[in-house]
């Protein structure tokens, strides 16, 4: 079990920058992959940006050159932090961001964590 920590959500002008950080705890040594979903109303939750180990980021189209996802794998603290430098913010970036992260074992087990949420709001 993973247990996810955000942090970093809140109003910005358009332009700006924020950074969200995302702390994982518990069984981060079956952490395969971390990353950042969003979310607005009425609509499905989207990829913002993933890293999974051993590999580099993916972003959606939206934000790359723009957004930054970095990882630091302090195993030795017990804790893997994830975190999402956001620059030159746009009001369509606003939305709920989710922290995710799969956890991967043996030939086929795997699952899906989710943080609990943060607003971003971006405004014009």
């Known amino acids: 079990q993973v247990h996810l920590v955000e942090s970093g959500g809140g109003l910005v002008q358009a332009g700006g920058s924020l950074r969200l950080s995302c702390a994982a705890s518990?069984?981060?040594?079956?952490?395969?992959?971390m990353g950042w979903y969003r979310q607005v109303p009425g609509k499905r939750r989207e990829l913002v940006a993933v890293i999974t180990s051993g590999g580099n980021p993916n972003y959606a189209d939206s934000v790359k050159g723009r957004f930054t996802l970095s990882r630091d794998n302090a195993r030795d603290n017990a804790k893997n932090t994830i975190y999402l430098q956001m620059n030159s913010l746009k009001p369509e970036d606003t939305a709920v961001y989710y922290c995710?992260?799969?956890?991967?074992?043996?030939?086929?087990?795997?699952?899906?964590?989710w943080g609990q949420g943060m607003q971003v709001t971006v405004s014009s």
């Open positions: 995710y992260s799969r956890l991967k074992w043996g030939v086929a087990g795997q699952l899906d964590y």
């Open positions: 518990g069984s981060i040594a079956s952490i395969n992959t």
